[in-house]
């Protein structure tokens, strides 16, 4: 899925069945890559994003799952999140290696094949289609954070409960460490190495961070990020960045992404998320400080 992926176990149980039990959280997270990733020829998201138009392809529980969170995050998002804009990230990475925009022909093609309705879901067939020729499903929002929450599962089926899985920016966290109030977490907005803007504390839940430290490309004047701009069809411009934290990983990568293209207003909408708070970091905003939502102070530790 394009990172790396960290597992943290707290036990007293020997060493060789901690191992076993990361071993298969591991492998677990390998098959998901294998149907989520659009990096793999061969995984079955990629195999989707080159079918045929309106031939109707089988899909995995797996996919089809996935699928029907993502339905459900889209409505509450109100479209801020989209993982069938595959086309238009598509673009942005060939952006990123030339160093140029798209032509706006090419960017019209993509805004075209990009967006919830050019797919058709039967859950009861369990196939997908795409209703478009340049259709692309890019679960570069979601799919971390999925996995994440998936290994941790299995980590507790194994029988570890205080453990955490970190993939990227995303946090899956268990039970809290032996001694501890809850997993630290310190939220660097624009990858400060010394003081971060947060230090948050959490257990049984999940932190997410979006923006454009870590991936943007710089063309002309301009920092265009990796978060698609879905009115513009291009990087975000509006140096942006957001965390989320939320009950399951899978949403907190999903709403943090949907944050950073929202903006301020966007923090409305975890009004309705119960046990989910955020904090917004953008230039501009009531200076350049942070706003966040009523609940996020509880989580703040001490630095």
Known sequence: ????????????????????????????????????????????VSRFNHAAPGRPM?????????LAICKDLHDETDGKFDPACGALSRLWRISRRSGK?????????????????????????????RLH????????????????????????AAGFASASVTAGGDIAAGDAPPGRKGWRIAIRPRGE?????????????????????????QIGDTLYSHIIDLETGLGQ???RAAAVIAPSCTRSD????????????????????????AVLFAPGIDGQAPVQ?????VFIGKK
């Open 237 to 239: 411009t509006s140096q």
């Open 58 to 66: 089988p899909a995995s529980p797996e996919l089809l799952g996935l």
């Open 133 to 156: 020729p340049g259709t692309r499903l890019d679960f570069g929002a979601i799919g971390k954070g999925y996995a994440a929450d998936r290994m941790l599962q299995s980590l507790r």
């Open 254 to 277: 999903a709403l943090a992404t949907a944050l950073c293209i929202a903006g301020k207003k966007g923090l409305k909408m975890f009004r309705a998320m119960p046990g989910t708070e």
């Open 1 to 44: 899925m394009g990172t790396l992926f960290r597992i943290v176990i707290y036990s007293a149980n020997p060493e060789e069945k901690i191992s076993a039990a990361a071993k298969e959280a591991f492998a677990l997270g390998i098959r998901l890559d294998k149907v989520f990733s659009d990096y793999q020829a061969g995984s079955e």
């Open 193 to 217: 190495k010394n003081s971060p803007a947060f230090v948050i504390e959490i257990s049984n839940a999940a932190c997410s961070t979006s923006g454009d430290v870590e991936q943007a490309v």
């Open 101 to 129: 925009l798209p032509s706006p022909r090419a960017l019209a093609a993509a805004r075209e094949a990009s967006g919830w309705d050019r797919l058709s879901i039967d859950n009861g067939k369990s196939i997908i289609t």
């Open 293 to 297: 939502t009523g609940g996020f102070a």
